[in-house]
Structure formats: structure tokens, C-alpha cells
């Protein structure tokens, strides 16, 4: 489980719908002290500010909450510098142009949002990894998140190809890793409400593929908790054997071909 007393690292906090906030809550929960990341001051003013001053602006006060924009090494260094005692690292971050990346026309000339996209959502896994690795002293627990990329769903283009690319790269890590006791491993979320998930063009009929497909019940929003537990587990040693995995937490979805039958839906 989550060792008390260490920090956890959850990067790619927007508001209070990201999985990071969720794997964050669930960390504390269990005794881990968490560090988020936000991309910078900006989103934060926009995003985290206005959404907690809702309901609990204290408690956004009493966050331990980081700027980092993964794309500048340096703001990744500076980051890993000012943490210790580091037990494990959440990569909840990802970016795509839904103009120009994402939608109904996988044809693009954005050669430069790709890049970017790529940047932020893949490549970037390696340079947390590279800097956390010195501060998970005897050994630590990397989490990227993912969403299934065998196979092509409809608007999710480009970012499914970012999507199969962090899952080599999560493989590749875990192979470069092991001697140091890290272990890096992928969660393949269905679709969960949150501003990534939504931006993307047919978000709604993903969601209802799910429904029609899943052999769990699926809901996008409390999903998201069951996301998070597996997340938690991945980060604990309940897992300490398991590196270099994309582990689904979709309902089953992945694993079954075309639509529920009606005897085989759930009836509540
Ligand atoms: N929502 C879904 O349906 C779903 C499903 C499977 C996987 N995922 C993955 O989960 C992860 C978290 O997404 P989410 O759904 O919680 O949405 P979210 O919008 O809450 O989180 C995405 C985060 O990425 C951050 N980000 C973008 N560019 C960045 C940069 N250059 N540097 C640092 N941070 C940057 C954003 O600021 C934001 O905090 C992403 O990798 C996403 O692809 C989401």
C-alpha cells in the first residue's frame, strides 16, 4: 500500500474532475503526503481557483501544489530538486490540439502541435522519470495514464497514436528502470468525465460505447474512483512484481467484440 509518511508526486492537476485530483485524494487517505502539479500559475487561476472557491477555498490553501510544464526540462529538474523522499510519481498529463489532432479528419499538416502533443503526452514520461529516479531511493512506483490504443476509436486520432507510444515508452522505462528498483507502469482508463476527456470531439458516443459494449457497468464519472484505486495499487507494494504494464480499467470493455446483447446487460 502507500507507504505514510512518503511524498507521491501527482502530476497533471486541473480541477477538481481530473483523475489527478481523485488518485490524490485516494493517496492521502491512506497516510502518503501528495504533491501536485499544475502546468502553471495561469491554469490555476483559472481552473483550480474559481472551482474550490465554490465549495472549499481553505482546503485549496492547505494543497501542496507545484507549477510544472513538462515540455521545459528545466522546470522538470527545478521540480525534482525541491522534493524528497519520494515513493512515487502519477504522469496524469496529455494535450492535443482538437483542431487540428483530434476529430473527424485523422489527415493533418500540424506538424508542430503534433510535436508538441507528442512532447507533452509521451516523451515527456521519460524526463520525470529520468529526474525522479534519484529522489525514489530504494526504489519507487511510476503510473502514466492511458486509454486503449489497440485499436482506433472514432475522433481520438492523433492521441491514440500518442497514447500507443506511452505505452512502449512505459515498457521501455520499465526495462531501463529495474536496477534501480522503479517500476513504471500504465492504467488504460475508460472514458472518465474530466476537461481532457470532454474536449475530445465525440467524447459522448465514446461514452456510450462503453455503455453499449462494457460488461461492467459503465458511469464516466464514478468510474474515475475505480481508476484511482488501481492507480493507488500500482503505486503501493501490493504491485511490486508488476512493471512494464498497461493495466485496463474499462469495465472489461477491451476484452470483449461489438455490442451487449440485451441478456447480457446489466439490469441494475
Ligand atoms: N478522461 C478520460 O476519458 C481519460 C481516459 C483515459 C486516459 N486519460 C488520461 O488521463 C490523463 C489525465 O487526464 P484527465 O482526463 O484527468 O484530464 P485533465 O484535463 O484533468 O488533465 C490533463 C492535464 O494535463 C495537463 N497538461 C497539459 N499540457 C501540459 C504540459 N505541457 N505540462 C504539464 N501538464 C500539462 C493539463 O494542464 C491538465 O492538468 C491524461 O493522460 C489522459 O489522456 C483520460
Same mark, same amino acid.
Given at each position: 500500500?502507500?507507504?505514510?509518511?512518503?511524498?507521491?508526486?501527482?502530476?497533471?492537476?486541473?480541477?477538481?474532475?481530473?483523475?489527478?485530483?481523485?488518485?490524490?485524494?485516494?493517496?492521502?487517505?491512506?497516510?502518503?503526503?501528495?504533491?501536485?502539479?499544475?502546468?502553471?500559475?495561469?491554469?490555476?487561476?483559472?481552473?483550480?481557483?474559481?472551482?474550490?472557491?465554490?465549495?472549499?477555498?481553505?482546503?485549496?490553501?492547505?494543497?501542496?501544489?507545484?507549477?510544472?510544464?513538462?515540455?521545459?526540462?528545466?522546470?522538470?529538474?527545478?521540480?525534482?530538486?525541491?522534493?524528497?523522499?519520494?515513493?512515487?510519481?502519477?504522469?496524469?498529463?496529455?494535450?492535443?490540439?482538437?483542431?487540428?489532432?483530434?476529430?473527424?479528419?485523422?489527415?493533418?499538416?500540424?506538424?508542430?502541435?503534433? /510535436? &508538441?502533443?507528442?512532447?507533452?503526452?509521451?516523451? *515527456?514520461?521519460?524526463? @520525470?522519470?529520468?529526474? +525522479?529516479?534519484? $529522489?525514489?531511493? =530504494?526504489?519507487?512506483?511510476?503510473?502514466?495514464?492511458?486509454?486503449?490504443?489497440?485499436?482506433?476509436?472514432?475522433?481520438?486520432?492523433?492521441?491514440?497514436?500518442?497514447?500507443?507510444?506511452?505505452?512502449?515508452?512505459?515498457?521501455?522505462?520499465?526495462?531501463?528502470?529495474? /536496477? &534501480?528498483?522503479?517500476?513504471?507502469?500504465?492504467? *488504460?482508463?475508460?472514458? @472518465?468525465?474530466?476537461? +481532457?476527456?470532454? $474536449?475530445?470531439? =465525440?467524447?459522448?458516443?465514446?461514452?456510450?460505447?462503453?455503455?453499449?459494449?462494457?460488461?461492467?457497468?459503465?458511469?464516466?464519472?464514478?468510474?474515475?474512483?475505480?481508476?484511482?484505486?488501481?492507480?493507488?495499487?500500482?503505486?503501493?507494494?501490493?504491485?511490486?512484481?508488476?512493471?512494464?504494464?498497461?493495466?485496463?480499467?474499462?469495465?472489461?470493455?477491451?476484452? @470483449?467484440?461489438?455490442?451487449?446483447?440485451?441478456?447480457?446487460?446489466?439490469?441494475?
Amino acid at each position: 500500500m502507500i507507504e505514510k509518511g512518503k511524498n507521491y508526486l501527482v502530476m497533471g492537476l486541473l480541477n477538481r474532475d481530473s483523475i489527478a485530483w481523485k488518485v490524490g485524494e485516494l493517496i492521502e487517505e491512506l497516510g502518503g503526503h501528495v504533491i501536485y502539479t499544475v502546468l502553471n500559475e495561469r491554469m490555476k487561476k483559472i481552473f483550480l481557483d474559481r472551482d474550490f472557491k465554490k465549495v472549499d477555498p481553505e482546503k485549496l490553501e492547505k494543497l501542496d501544489i507545484r507549477f510544472c510544464d513538462v515540455t521545459i526540462e528545466e522546470e522538470v529538474k527545478d521540480l525534482f530538486d525541491s522534493i524528497d523522499n519520494l515513493g512515487g510519481v502519477v504522469h496524469s498529463i496529455a494535450y492535443a490540439d482538437p483542431k487540428t489532432l483530434l476529430g473527424a479528419e485523422i489527415h493533418t499538416n500540424d506538424f508542430e502541435g503534433l /510535436k &508538441n502533443s507528442y512532447h507533452i503526452s509521451c516523451a *515527456s514520461l521519460s524526463t @520525470v522519470v529520468q529526474y +525522479a529516479q534519484p $529522489k525514489m531511493e =530504494g526504489g519507487g512506483s511510476v503510473v502514466a495514464m492511458t486509454f486503449q490504443s489497440d485499436i482506433a476509436f472514432p475522433g481520438y486520432n492523433w492521441m491514440g497514436v500518442n497514447k500507443a507510444a506511452l505505452e512502449a515508452l512505459t515498457r521501455a522505462l520499465a526495462r531501463r528502470q529495474g /536496477k &534501480n528498483l522503479i517500476r513504471v507502469n500504465a492504467v *488504460s482508463a475508460g472514458p @472518465v468525465a474530466t476537461m +481532457a476527456g470532454t $474536449k475530445i470531439p =465525440g467524447f459522448a458516443q465514446l461514452a456510450e460505447l462503453w455503455e453499449t459494449s462494457s460488461p461492467l457497468p459503465w458511469d464516466p464519472v464514478a468510474a474515475k474512483e475505480d481508476v484511482a484505486g488501481t492507480v493507488v495499487y500500482l503505486l503501493g507494494q501490493y504491485s511490486k512484481m508488476i512493471s512494464g504494464q498497461t493495466i485496463f480499467v474499462d469495465g472489461g470493455a477491451s476484452s @470483449v467484440g461489438g455490442f451487449l446483447l440485451d441478456y447480457e446487460k446489466f439490469e441494475g
